[in-house]
């Protein structure tokens, strides 16, 4: 799924066309454009917590392997005509994770900057261990002994917690691992469903539509009921079919099953996040961006709506931004906009496109126009960027989203959780 982040697009040329007179009166006018009329208040920043599990330090144990990537032309194979799109044309990445969270506890894989799966598997325990593998997995699932089940794609097998494998048996045909309680999983694939408890033993197969929306609810498989309002429909480890019923359910909920609990379900939808309770109450945030301050702290930017962006830090400063882009030639996407990519201090940097814009205590301090060399030099060495919708997974118990991102320093796992 495409991260609504803008820093792959460039406009080449203008700086020359214009000079640095002409580029001086831009930066003025974007400035002006940018200052808020009136600060908001960042109420999203009053509905969650936010706080820093871990990082990963570049290099211990994953290696800070940039990828540069360039974007095409248009042709019969790419609708999109980036040419035409403000911003860099070429750009680095850094690596990232894609994450997946079980009652057993916290994996990942790693991925190049371009969201390619690497052959490693990054075990999240309480000292982090990276383990190579023999080619790239398709999925894989936390045990609680700190070891992982791995997914690929003729064998299942099982790591212990220093990476040695440990078991090995024949995948029955699915591409994706949902890890239950009991240190079982859940091997899917587009019509059918396997349960392999803790010890291997694979029970099925049984017809399951519901690939990318199934979630685990103690060891049984399970996912919203279509369009019936109140109703989850569960796959049990035995095979048999069961409708969980939420009559406290007001409204159909939207997106696709995260997690249930005895008194509140989670969906989402790419980086929409839903929380329904049993009270009545419903909550919903849209996800930008996550990070880390230069004090290490973590952060989160929450669009708050078309205009602004919520600003949220562990270290308890809430503040709001403005992420509206304007340029008259550009019309794609249809509500284009800036980015928070880092958080210094008392200063916040904002990115998208062609137009980077550094806000102190809410009002822009300094604004400039991004080519290729000024993406290098004054944005990518700050930036942090979540590594897309997978590097977003949920804890089944309590709701705990636990989100990826990549910056300057290394990988940072971040933990984000409703408000009571």
């Known amino acids: 799924m495409n991260f609504p982040f803008s820093h792959r697009y460039s406009l080449l040329g203008t700086l020359l066309c214009f000079g640095v007179c002409v580029l001086a009166i831009r930066q003025d006018r974007i400035l002006q454009a940018q200052e808020p009329q009136a600060l908001r208040k960042p109420e999203n920043c009053y509905k969650v917590d936010v706080w820093k599990i871990s990082k990963l330090e570049w290099n211990r144990p994953l290696k800070l392997n940039l990828s540069e990537i360039n974007l095409l032309p248009s042709t019969g194979f790419n609708a999109v005509d980036y040419s035409k799109i403000p911003g860099p044309k070429t750009y680095s990445a850094r690596p990232g994770l894609s994450l997946s969270a079980s009652p057993g506890g916290l994996a990942g894989t790693l991925e190049d900057g371009a969201g390619r799966t690497q052959p490693t598997a990054v075990l999240l325990n309480e000292t982090p261990r990276a383990i190579p593998l023999p080619v790239e997995p398709y999925s894989l699932a936390a045990r609680s002994d700190g070891g992982a089940w791995v997914l690929f794609g003729e064998k299942l097998v099982r790591y212990d917690a220093e990476g040695n494998l440990k078991q090995s048996i024949r995948n029955p045909g699915g591409t994706r691992l949902v890890g239950v309680s009991g240190d079982a999983v859940w091997i899917l694939s587009l019509d059918y469903a396997w349960f392999i408890n803790a010890e291997g033993v694979i029970k099925g197969s049984w017809r399951w539509k519901g690939f990318l929306d199934s979630a685990g609810v103690g060891t049984s498989l399970c996912k919203l009921e279509g369009s019936i309002r109140q109703r989850i429909k569960c796959l049990e480890s035995s095979g048999k079919e069961n ?133 290098r030099n004054d944005v990518f060495p700050h930036i942090w960027m979540i590594n897309g919708s997978d590097s977003i997974s949920v804890k089944s118990s309590d709701g705990t989203m636990v989100l990826a991102s990549s910056g300057p320093s290394g990988i940072a796992l971040i933990g984000l959780r409703w408000k009571p």
């Open 243 to 375: 409708i969980v019923t939420l009559k406290w359910l007001q409204n159909k909920p939207s997106g696709s099953l995260l997690a249930l609990t005895s008194d509140m379900l989670f969906t989402g939808d790419s980086y929409s996040l839903n929380r329904y309770r049993k009270n009545g109450e419903s909550d919903r945030i849209v996800l930008q961006n996550v990070g880390l301050t230069t004090q290490e702290d973590a952060f989160v930017s929450i669009l708050a709506n078309e205009d602004w962006a919520d600003v949220c830090s562990a270290n308890r400063r809430f503040y709001s931004v403005p992420t509206k882009y304007t340029n008259p030639s550009f019309e794609f996407p249809p509500i284009p906009q800036l980015t928070v990519v880092a958080v210094e201090g008392e200063r916040t940097l904002t990115y998208g496109y062609d137009r980077a814009i550094w806000y102190k205590n809410g009002h822009a301090e300094k604004s400039f126009v991004v080519d290729e060399r000024r993406y």
